[in-house]
């Protein structure tokens, strides 16, 4: 069969139905509820915590009660389960009130009243004198560059924060039994779970289990937190010797969970005989209170710091900041949306400065095959970049339409943005080898039925399809023949996290590579198992993270977004008239469920350019925690939308597959920005770009 011909989602039945189980519906007879009590101060130190009278089968739960290490293991372990004392942002979890009637547990955690002494907060990551992570990418002769400069450009640019968004909120219940602990819920890492539960509670890996249920979306909101939240139930269901069951309602879940990071991006760029020479880059990214996924998130933000162009002298450094702000954490791009935006938009400054139609400059300074990256490795595969533009001129008109909108008059305004992005397919640097080393198994039984045992849950995205794709089309049996159920550490493997672009590229081939070494084996009526494990490409220049050199991923997905407004210059409204998206991600191994993909991805990104405004107050706390006053795109916002599908395949992925999940979020905020500019007829820096802002270009217009 055509490996990219849809077929009917493994999971559309009983999502359609209403069986799928989600953590909400589990049953909660004998089941404790569990509610945080949080810090009110950005930063403060505990003096006292008045507690009413509980009445019988009530309890709290504090860091005292943690029986191993008060700390969860993420990259870093420098998050607290509990707090021991010091708070440092809003939000932080001092402790859990426990309970078996969720009013009554509700109730009580707000009649706890806590008594600080309050300390100066850090609020602006440019106040900010503590540094989680500083990393430099250094090629070529900058100073040289820039001393043979014709011309030299300075500007500097501004992401906002960014949630999530999921369908499902947070939520695990926490099950401590006969000197283990078991943890079920919403997640996307079962084994990032597993390894903070083992250290926060002092267990052996054996004595951990992690069950995924059916999870409500994720986006990146499911990596880091649910390793927070599964320390904090285990620790409550081992002093309450029974079931804990922590969910959030929206507000709390938006309020108190990781957002996308938001960003300072300083660029000075030197031109000489109209190419672009050296780039002097600084990245500052709003860690928050602490960690998280801070370091991996600016690691790819400065590795995509120079774009898709051919930069021979660079310099890049990158900064996290500590803030006293909610921790910021993983969002679908990790860092690229965010360098993405600020380099493009300067490519098409520079152009239009030196009189030169954005596009041809930047087709100018285009990388190609064989070309150096950022960090001195290679591109070792087909940059299709030139190719998918003549697609998508021939679907958008863009460069007709760009040049019809130069010159505008009157009420309406109209504007063509385009962008040229890559993503880079799997993890970072050598962490696939040295870190993840993932595992995938099949198990074939008696009765000729295949089951898929890997730790990659399905959050929406349909692996749970297209791994049983895979696997069936290898094997050449039908489709219901195969099984994939969500993942439980007792059972599966860690093939890895649910991130980074990387579960068909590197979990897909494991599981067609295991398909063969099955059919090689096969015997009917016996049960049969077969695993396989990753390794390196031979190709790849090995990465060195203290030095930045080396291949930073092995293989890239390529996009180019096309973003077409009219603005009404008398109320501000930017309308959105239509939306190409042509996007490489190799081969589609469903159509259907890329496409999908592709025109939700391209959404988000547009929100995030647009409408999704998320700021904290004077005092540090998120102001925008419900979908009151964060507003983010519905079904009648989405404009005519045009998305096709450029196949440049990857050899080492499944039938030419490369990563997909994250590639069509991250052109979107620079084309639609670069619309706006033209439209305008003015430089902008920041997102989200919102009417108000519009408005406030306009008043200047007319001044």
């Given at each position: 069969?055509?490996?990219?011909?849809?077929?009917?989602?493994?999971?559309?039945?009983?999502?359609?139905?209403?069986?799928?189980?989600?953590?909400?519906?589990?049953?909660?007879?004998?089941?404790?509820?569990?509610?945080?009590?949080?810090?009110?101060?950005?930063?403060?130190?505990?003096?006292?915590?008045?507690?009413?009278?509980?009445?019988?089968?009530?309890?709290?739960?504090?860091?005292?009660?943690?029986?191993?290490?008060?700390?969860?293991?993420?990259?870093?372990?420098?998050?607290?389960?509990?707090?021991?004392?010091?708070?440092?942002?809003?939000?932080?979890?001092?402790?859990?009130?426990?309970?078996?009637?969720?009013?009554?547990?509700?109730?009580?955690?707000?009649?706890?009243?806590?008594?600080?002494?309050?300390?100066?907060?850090?609020?602006?990551?440019?106040?900010?004198?503590?540094?989680?992570?500083?990393?430099?990418?250094?090629?070529?002769?900058?100073?040289?560059?820039?001393?043979?400069?014709?011309?030299?450009?300075?500007?500097?640019?501004?992401?906002?924060?960014?949630?999530?968004?999921?369908?499902?909120?947070?939520?695990?219940?926490?099950?401590?039994?006969?000197?283990?602990?078991?943890?079920?819920?919403?997640?996307?890492?079962?084994?990032?779970?597993?390894?903070?539960?083992?250290?926060?509670?002092?267990?052996?890996?054996?004595?951990?289990?992690?069950?995924?249920?059916?999870?409500?979306?994720?986006?990146?909101?499911?990596?880091?937190?649910?390793?927070?939240?599964?320390?904090?139930?285990?620790?409550?269901?081992?002093?309450?010797?029974?079931?804990?069951?922590?969910?959030?309602?929206?507000?709390?879940?938006?309020?108190?969970?990781?957002?996308?990071?938001?960003?300072?991006?300083?660029?000075?760029?030197?031109?000489?005989?109209?190419?672009?020479?050296?780039?002097?880059?600084?990245?500052?990214?709003?860690?928050?209170?602490?960690?998280?996924?801070?370091?991996?998130?600016?690691?790819?933000?400065?590795?995509?710091?120079?774009?898709?162009?051919?930069?021979?002298?660079?310099?890049?450094?990158?900064?996290?900041?500590?803030?006293?702000?909610?921790?910021?954490?993983?969002?679908?791009?990790?860092?690229?949306?965010?360098?993405?935006?600020?380099?493009?938009?300067?490519?098409?400054?520079?152009?239009?400065?030196?009189?030169?139609?954005?596009?041809?400059?930047?087709?100018?300074?285009?990388?190609?095959?064989?070309?150096?990256?950022?960090?001195?490795?290679?591109?070792?595969?087909?940059?299709?970049?030139?190719?998918?533009?003549?697609?998508?001129?021939?679907?958008?008109?863009?460069?007709?339409?760009?040049?019809?909108?130069?010159?505008?008059?009157?009420?309406?305004?109209?504007?063509?943005?385009?962008?040229?992005?890559?993503?880079?397919?799997?993890?970072?640097?050598?962490?696939?080898?040295?870190?993840?080393?993932?595992?995938?198994?099949?198990?074939?039984?008696?009765?000729?039925?295949?089951?898929?045992?890997?730790?990659?849950?399905?959050?929406?995205?349909?692996?749970?399809?297209?791994?049983?794709?895979?696997?069936?089309?290898?094997?050449?049996?039908?489709?219901?023949?195969?099984?994939?159920?969500?993942?439980?550490?007792?059972?599966?493997?860690?093939?890895?996290?649910?991130?980074?672009?990387?579960?068909?590229?590197?979990?897909?081939?494991?599981?067609?590579?295991?398909?063969?070494?099955?059919?090689?084996?096969?015997?009917?009526?016996?049960?049969?198992?077969?695993?396989?494990?990753?390794?390196?490409?031979?190709?790849?220049?090995?990465?060195?993270?203290?030095?930045?050199?080396?291949?930073?991923?092995?293989?890239?997905?390529?996009?180019?977004?096309?973003?077409?407004?009219?603005?009404?210059?008398?109320?501000?409204?930017?309308?959105?008239?239509?939306?190409?998206?042509?996007?490489?991600?190799?081969?589609?191994?469903?159509?259907?469920?890329?496409?999908?993909?592709?025109?939700?991805?391209?959404?988000?990104?547009?929100?995030?350019?647009?409408?999704?405004?998320?700021?904290?107050?004077?005092?540090?706390?998120?102001?925008?925690?419900?979908?009151?006053?964060?507003?983010?795109?519905?079904?009648?916002?989405?404009?005519?939308?045009?998305?096709?599908?450029?196949?440049?395949?990857?050899?080492?992925?499944?039938?030419?597959?490369?990563?997909?999940?994250?590639?069509?979020?991250?052109?979107?905020?620079?084309?639609?920005?670069?619309?706006?500019?033209?439209?305008?007829?003015?430089?902008?820096f920041h997102i989200p770009f919102t009417t108000q802002d519009t408005l406030k270009v306009l008043t200047k217009e007319k001044k």
């Open positions: 069969m055509d490996i990219s011909n849809s077929v009917r989602k493994k999971d559309h039945g009983p999502k359609m139905d209403g069986s799928a189980k989600y953590v909400a519906d589990y049953p909660t007879e004998g089941v404790l509820f569990g509610k945080l009590v949080r810090s009110t101060k950005a930063k403060a130190k505990i003096l006292d915590i008045h507690i009413p009278p509980l009445e019988k089968g009530y309890l709290i739960v504090d860091y005292k009660d943690v029986p191993g290490i008060n700390r969860v293991h993420i990259v870093k372990d420098d998050t607290p389960v509990f707090s021991e004392g010091n708070v440092e942002y809003i939000g932080d979890p001092i402790l859990m009130v426990v309970g078996p009637d969720e009013r009554r547990v509700n109730h009580l955690a707000k009649e706890i009243s806590i008594t600080y002494e309050e300390l100066t907060p850090v609020l602006d990551m440019e106040a900010s004198d503590t540094v989680f992570f500083d990393y430099t990418i250094e090629k070529g002769d900058i100073k040289k560059g820039f001393e043979e400069a014709d011309k030299i450009y300075i500007e500097t640019f501004k992401t906002g924060f960014q949630e999530q968004a999921y369908m499902e909120g947070q939520g695990l219940v926490g099950n401590a039994h006969d000197n283990r602990i078991t943890i079920h819920g919403s997640m996307q890492c079962p084994y990032y779970i597993h390894g903070a539960v083992a250290k926060t509670m002092g267990y052996e890996a054996s004595q951990v289990q992690i069950q995924a249920d059916v999870t409500g979306g994720g986006f990146g909101g499911k990596e880091d937190f649910p390793s927070i939240l599964a320390c904090e139930v285990a620790v409550a269901s081992f002093k309450a010797k029974k079931p804990v069951r922590v969910i959030f309602d929206r507000r709390e879940d938006m309020e108190f969970t990781p957002k996308r990071h938001p960003s300072i991006s300083k660029y000075k760029v030197a031109v000489k005989d109209g190419k672009v020479t050296a780039m002097d880059v600084e990245v500052k990214i709003n860690g928050g209170a602490y960690t998280t996924l801070s370091a991996v998130v600016l690691q790819r933000a400065i590795i995509c710091g120079c774009g898709a162009y051919e930069v021979k002298n660079l310099l890049i450094r990158g900064l996290a900041m500590k803030t006293n702000t909610v921790p910021s954490g993983a969002y679908r791009g990790f860092g690229a949306p965010q360098t993405f935006f600020a380099v493009e938009l300067i490519m098409d400054h520079i152009a239009k400065d030196l009189g030169k139609d954005p596009l041809e400059f930047k087709l100018d300074n285009l990388v190609k095959q064989g070309d150096e990256t950022s960090t001195s490795g290679k591109y070792h595969f087909p940059v299709p970049l030139r190719e998918m533009l003549q697609e998508i001129e021939a679907n958008s008109f863009y460069s007709e339409k760009y040049s019809l909108y130069k010159t505008q008059k009157g009420r309406y305004r109209r504007g063509m943005g385009l962008s040229l992005i890559f993503h880079g397919a799997g993890f970072t640097g050598s962490g696939e080898r040295d870190h993840i080393k993932a595992v995938a198994k099949l198990r074939k039984y008696a009765d000729g039925k295949i089951e898929i045992l890997a730790s990659n849950t399905d959050i929406g995205q349909g692996i749970k399809t297209t791994f049983a794709k895979i696997v069936a089309n290898e094997l050449n049996v039908p489709l219901d023949r195969i099984i994939a159920e969500d993942p439980d550490t007792d059972r599966v493997p860690d093939s890895g996290p649910t991130v980074a672009s990387r579960s068909l590229m590197i979990v897909g081939e494991l599981l067609r590579r295991a398909s063969i070494k099955l059919m090689t084996i096969w015997k009917d009526g016996e049960e049969q198992e077969v695993e396989e494990h990753f390794k390196e490409p031979d190709f790849v220049i090995p990465f060195d993270l203290e030095t930045f050199k080396g291949d930073a991923y092995p293989t890239y997905a390529w996009a180019i977004t096309v973003v077409e407004i009219e603005i009404d210059t008398l109320t501000g409204e930017a309308r959105i008239i239509g939306v190409n998206g042509n996007y490489d991600v190799g081969t589609p191994i469903d159509t259907n469920i890329v496409i999908g993909q592709m025109e939700g991805g391209l959404m988000q990104g547009l929100g995030y350019a647009s409408i999704e405004e998320m700021t904290t107050d004077k005092l540090g706390r998120i102001r925008n925690n419900s979908f009151t006053d964060y507003i983010i795109p519905t079904s009648v916002d989405v404009p005519n939308m045009e998305v096709q599908l450029h196949i440049e395949k990857y050899p080492l992925g499944p039938y030419g597959a490369k990563g997909a999940g994250e590639l069509p979020l991250i052109g979107a905020a620079p084309a639609y920005v670069g619309a706006l500019e033209q439209a305008l007829g003015c430089s902008l």
